[in-house]
Every structure is written in C-alpha cells, then in structure tokens.
C-alpha cells in the first residue's frame, strides 16, 4: 500500500518553523512533500498574532476545499483560539497543541475528530531551533510570556514563561561549537525572562555559555529593558557579546506605554539608552505605530522622545487588531493610512541615526560573512550592522576584522584580500 504524503503548512514566526521541523523528524508512516497539490494530509502550523492571521489560516482553509480537499489538521498558536469552532464545522480532521507535536504519527493514524490542546507548561527538549549556513546557530532557551501587553495574544497561546534546561543548552551549544559553530543566537518568546522559575537569569546562563570553548559571539533576540538587570549589566564589556541589543520599548509615550501596559517608563528607557550608548552598544528596538488612542498629540510626543533616545535599528509594525485583547476594545482606533505615515517617518529617522552611528565608529569591525549573493559577501559586524565585501577568495564562514571600509547610507562596504 502506498503511503500518504503530507504537507505541512508554516504560518507565522521562527518558533513555528521550529516547531514544523520536529513535527516532520516525528513522522514515521508518512511521506512528506513539498508539493501542495499533491498531498494527501495537509497539517497547518498555524498562527494567531493577529485578525489578520487568523483569516489567512481560514482562506487557506478555504482555498483546500475548492481544489485537492485533502484530510486538514489543525496545530500552532490559532489550534488554541480558532481549533474547537473549525473542528465543529467538519473543516479540519483534528486538532492539537504545540505540546502534542512530537505524538504527530500517533495522532494522525486516529480514525475520529480529535481535539487534544495539550498544555500550555509544557517545556521543550530540543533546544535547536535552527542552523545558518555552518558557523550561526539560533538556540532556544525559553516558551512563553509572563507580561500581558494589552495589544498581544501571545501569552494566552504559548502560556507562561518557563525556561529550558540549563545542561541541555549548554551540551548542545558545546556540540555545536566543537564542530566549528562560532556564533549563538539565543531565542525565546520573552528571553529575558530566562531563568525566572528556576532561581536563575539570563546574565548566569550567558556566563556558562561564554565558558565553553569555541564559542567566538553571543547575540540576543529581544529583551526587554528590565531586564537589563545590575547583573546584566556586569557583562556588557565582555569581548564574546555582541555589541548589539534589540530593547523592545514598543512605544516612546509614557501615556501609550501605560495604554499598552507595558512595564517600561520612558525616563527610564532613555537612561538606559544613554547608558548603553556610553559603553559603545548599538541598540534596535519593536515600535508599534497606530494603536488605538494614539492622538496626534501622543504621536508627536512620541516621536520627539524617539529622537532623543540613542537608537541604531528598528522593527517597526503598524498596530493589527487581536480580538480576545484589551486593545481590541479602546477608541479611537487609528486608521491604517495614519499608521503607515508614522511608520514611515519614524524609520526614516531611524535610519539616519544608523548612518550616523557607523560614520562615528573608529573600531575595527569584527564580521561573520555569511553568504555571497550579487557579487558581494555578505556579513554582520558587532553591531549587527550588514557588510558587503568584494574578495576574490571564498570567505563564506570566514570571521573578518575590518578596518578599512566604505560608509555608505544603505550598509557598509569593503575590499579584502588574503
Ligand atoms: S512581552 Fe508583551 S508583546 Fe511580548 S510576548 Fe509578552 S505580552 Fe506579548
């Protein structure tokens, strides 16, 4: 009898190519394909972060039925808000939980519906999320989220915060730096708050990874800025970290960020950002432009505060509208023309205070080249700044230190030869 073939479906962020990842290594009666069209089981990973996620996981739905109709399962962060009502519908075959991700071949052998959500504390075993080329490593430390910013699902979907064993990272990242990874990106939902509930931090375990030998440079996905603790703090000259942190402030109105609920004060924000900027950091952050309540006397306020904060990268997002938050809820909504105007001109200053940042830098920069694309090897520096190199060797994997290069608006370039 031949076997089915399955096709998974990824909406969403890293966590959940990670997750499609152990779910495909668990199959053990399937065949899987990268072909849509010819699948039999299709098995969507779905996401939940906004309005809009929710409708592309239902039109996809949709778009299934009208052409292959194959047998539909439903896992990720939507199985949790959207799982039970399309169950009902007779639209998917069952549903279930990132928790229940590793028992895929069993659950997908059952004969009936199945509704099996699973547990929102459940913690992973694998601590791998993914590989870039042969020299970076994404690592994941930590699930979940103890903050409940009014704007976000996430902690509903993905639960509390709860960090993954410490021997377990430490064992992976020591295999991976003996066979010649040099870099480490740690990840998590909220990776600040690694080591909460278990008497740790994120500063100890930081430590114990710069112990192990081979590892050249340690970056950080997002933190949050109280989390840029005293014993944090103590760390930020080693040589292993990178000098570049991603500090979500989300918003730079101290009424906004009460709106939001978020934990940070702006006053506060801006110490820590001069502080930072003392001891020679790059610094990005999250900014969310258009939640509702955001008057333009807010906006403007916000933007002036933007201004006088030392910031050298951005990942700024238009609000979307999450149904089940408080956010949801609040006037005056703002419309989505508005949001893309703010959106806009605070990258545009942002960017400006990069070009500004690296003008200024007298370091050598210290780059991983990563790939070659267009005539050009293409690298971070510790700043996470991007570099395009001309060479004549093949420096892919290579570590560079750069002295001599070119500032230009867009990145930075240079010409190296052995
Ligand atoms: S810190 Fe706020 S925005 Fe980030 S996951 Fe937690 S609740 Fe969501």
Redo the contacts with the bound molecule.
């Keep these: 009898m031949s076997r089915e073939k399955i096709y998974f479906k990824t909406f969403g962020c890293r966590t959940n190519l990670y997750d499609s990842q152990v779910m495909k290594s668990a199959l053990k009666d399937y065949d899987i394909t990268e072909n849509e069209a010819e699948a039999d089981v299709v098995v969507i990973n779905s996401c939940t972060v906004t309005n809009g996620a929710d409708s592309n996981v239902r039109n996809y739905i949709s778009k299934l039925e009208k052409t292959t109709s194959p047998k539909i399962y439903l896992t990720g962060c939507g199985a949790h808000t959207k799982g039970e009502e399309l169950l009902k519908e007779g639209r998917v075959a069952g549903v279930f939980g990132q928790s229940e991700k590793t028992q895929i071949n069993k659950l997908l052998s059952r004969p009936d519906g199945f509704y099996e959500i699973g547990d929102l504390q459940f913690v992973d075993e694998a601590v791998v999320g993914e590989f870039i080329g042969k020299s970076r490593a994404f690592i994941k430390i930590q699930e979940g989220?103890n903050?409940?910013?009014s704007y976000?699902i996430?902690?509903y979907v993905r639960g509390d915060a709860r960090s993954l064993d410490e021997s377990r990272i430490i064992e992976q990242i020591t295999k991976l730096a003996a066979n010649g990874f040099g870099e480490f990106i740690l990840t998590g939902?909220?990776l600040g708050s690694y080591g909460v509930d278990t008497k740790s931090s994120l500063a100890k375990l930081l430590k114990k990874i710069s112990y192990v030998r081979g590892v050249r440079r340690i970056r950080l996905g997002s933190i949050?800025p109280i989390q840029v603790t005293e014993e944090f703090k103590e760390l930020l000259d080693e040589p292993w970290l990178e000098k570049h942190l991603h500090i979500?402030l989300?918003h730079t109105s101290p009424k906004m960020l009460k709106l939001m609920n978020r934990r940070n004060v702006y006053n506060q924000d801006r110490e820590l950002f001069s502080f930072l900027q003392e001891k020679g950091f790059a610094i990005g952050t999250d900014f969310i432009t258009g939640h509702p309540g955001e008057t333009q006397e807010i906006w403007q306020e916000a933007v002036e505060n933007l201004k006088n904060i030392h910031l050298t990268h951005l990942h700024a997002f238009t609000y979307s509208k999450r149904d089940g938050t408080p956010s949801a809820t609040l006037k005056p909504q703002i419309n989505g023309k508005t949001a893309k105007e703010r959106l806009h001109e605070i990258e545009a200053i942002v960017q400006e205070k990069n070009y500004a940042f690296r003008k200024s830098q007298t370091r050598p920069l210290v780059v991983l080249i990563e790939s070659f694309k267009e005539g050009y090897y293409h690298g971070y520096d510790q700043f996470f700044n991007q570099i395009k190199v001309k060479s004549s060797i093949d420096l892919v994997g290579n570590w560079l230190e750069i002295t001599d290069y070119e500032v230009k608006p867009e990145c930075n370039y240079a010409v190296f030869e052995a």
């Design positions: 989220c903050f409940r910013c976000c996430i902690p939902t909220n949050e979500a989300q």
